[in-house]
């Protein structure tokens, strides 16, 4: 399946997209590493991470990720 590059996620969708990806790995592998990592990263109804350090790694990812298709653009 091919995503449309006129589709864009926003970060918040992003990371709720990493998080299915992880909960789908979890239940094959029942990997406890996996386990406790999903278990920081659920998300509070007020929208922080159950470890905010969490989200701001994500951010700190994001961050990167953009700053290295940038710099591949010029």
């Known amino acids: 399946m091919e995503v449309s590059n006129l589709e864009k996620l926003t970060e918040k969708q992003a990371f709720e997209a990493m998080v299915l ?7 094959r592998t029942q990997a406890d590493e996996i386990g406790g990592l999903l278990s920081d990263l659920l998300m509070a109804e007020n929208g ?13 990812c994001v961050q990167r990720v953009l700053a290295a298709k940038q710099a591949v653009s010029k």
């Open 48 to 60: 922080t991470t159950a470890d905010p350090a969490a989200w701001q790694d994500w951010m700190d």
């Open 21 to 27: 990806f992880l909960e789908g790995f979890y239940q």
